[in-house]
Nanobody, 116 residues
Framework: QVQLVESGGGLVQAGGSLRLSCAAS????????MGWFRQGPGKEREFVAR????????SYADSVKGRFTISRDNAKNTVYLQMNSLKPEDTAVYYCFMDRDSRRYWGRGTQVTVSS
């Protein structure tokens, strides 16, 4: 059984920073790709970033490149999303995911609100 719990969301002013964390329970964390999606108000869920199992490869949505950084600590079973230079359009619920055995698992999400 995989459980993903996000934390670190909150309210921040435009230009500010937040770091999201996603703690995973269950086995074989270090062999699974993980990442983040987000869903803004009235919008569809969209891809944000992904990191490979060993952390060596990352990919980002164009809208966050250069501002967001994804990383992971396999010893802590945790993946992070460092978000800098935040914009009001980054306001969304951020969801962590894990790819395992041809299935994608999701956390419940954490709210990020960026005020202008």
């Amino acid at each position: 059984q995989v459980q993903l719990v996000e934390s670190g969301g909150g309210l921040v002013q435009a230009g500010g920073s937040l770091r999201l964390s996603c703690a995973a329970s269950g086995r074989t964390f270090s062999t699974n790709g993980m990442g983040w999606f987000r869903q803004g108000p009235g919008k569809e869920r969209e891809f944000v970033a992904r990191v490979s199992p060993n952390g060596a490869e990352t990919s980002y949505a164009d809208s966050v490149k250069g501002r967001f950084t994804i990383s992971r600590d396999n010893a802590k079973n945790t993946v992070y999303l460092q978000m800098n230079s935040l914009k009001p359009e980054d306001t969304a619920v951020y969801y962590c995911f894990m790819d395992r055995d041809s299935r994608r698992y999701w956390g419940r999400g954490t709210q990020v609100t960026v005020s202008s």
